[in-house]
């Protein structure tokens, strides 16, 4: 995965991560989900 966001994204989870999401509709649950991932993040 880290070759794949060097090479695609110029080395930013931030580009990649908005990439996803507007490649498909994201239901609320799933936005949900990912809060809740980032906040576990941003707590460690």
Excluded: Q
Excluded at 9 to 24: H, Q, T
Aim: hydrophobic share 45%; proline share 0%; charged share 35%.
């Amino acid at each position: 995965v880290g070759d794949l966001l060097d090479r695609a994204f110029s080395g930013s989870a931030e580009k990649l991560v908005m990439r996803a999401l507007s490649a498909k509709k994201v239901s609320v649950k799933e936005l949900a989900s990912i809060r809740k991932m980032i906040n576990e993040f941003e707590g460690e």
